[in-house]
């Protein structure tokens, strides 16, 4: 069973748009909130990252919106670029000691010119 | 890819034989994590350690063992290949556990 409901599986959006990719959890023992973004062929890389006493964290055009009550987080790229083009997963990790990270499924993200 | 390697990037094998994939980092970090991905079911934990000689299951450990007697090297042993492990198989590292995880180029698999 999926510890974390990512949606939509895939979007497409044009150039300079908005990308929104929204993730949630039921466990509320996670407390590190992790984006990992992913090229073919590749594995994934870390791209931002936040802990739940924060709402919002922001790193250049990619920001993380946190709603704990929600048990709810988004990840949203500003200004797409036709290099954002990537899988997108969100994931959630246990606290000490054992630190697992459960990841979504992923979502597909095609930037059109 | 942070220093970690993965071999065989490619490997098609016959079900019911063994496999071992095997991942090295030259970086020194404690944590070590195996993990298979599949459409659909994003990345899954199948075991991870935590220390030489200490290691741990994950979400989807059935069928699989792992070894670590040393810091760089984790081995994944697929006891006998099923056609549903058939997948792309990832290493991951970490320094302190929860900050960030490095993941290494990947495995792909298949089991005729």
């Known amino acids: 069973q999926q510890q974390v409901k990512q949606s939509p599986q895939s979007l497409i959006v044009q150039k300079g748009g908005i990308s929104i990719i929204n993730c949630a959890y039921e466990?509320?023992?996670?407390?590190?909130f992790p984006w990992y973004q992913q090229f073919p062929g590749k594995g994934p890389a870390l791209l931002i990252a936040i802990r739940p006493d924060v709402s919002e964290k922001k790193e250049g055009r990619f920001t993380i919106s946190f709603n704990k009550s929600a048990k709810q987080f988004s990840l949203h790229i500003m200004d797409s670029q036709p290099g954002d083009s990537a899988t997108y997963f969100c994931a959630a990790s246990y606290p000490s000691p054992d630190y697992k990270l459960s990841f979504g499924a992923g979502t597909t993200v095609t930037v059109r010119a | 890819d942070a220093g970690i390697t993965q071999s065989p990037r490619h490997k098609v094998t016959e079900t019911g034989t063994p496999v071992t994939l095997r991942c090295h980092q030259t970086e020194n970090h404690r944590y070590m994590y195996w993990y298979r991905q599949d459409p659909g079911h994003g990345l899954r934990l199948i075991h991870y350690?935590?220390?030489?000689?200490?290691?741990d299951k994950g979400e989807v450990s059935d069928g699989y063992s792992v070894s670590r007697s040393k810091t760089e090297d984790f081995l994944l042993t697929l006891e006998s290949a099923t056609s549903s492990q058939t997948s792309v198989y990832f290493c991951?590292?970490?320094?302190?556990?929860?900050?960030?995880?490095?993941f290494g180029p990947g495995t792909r698999l298949l089991v005729l």
């Open positions: 466990n509320t023992a996670f407390d590190y």
């Open positions: 350690s935590y220390g030489v000689k200490d290691t």
């Open positions: 991951a590292i970490s320094q302190t556990g929860q900050e960030t995880q490095y």
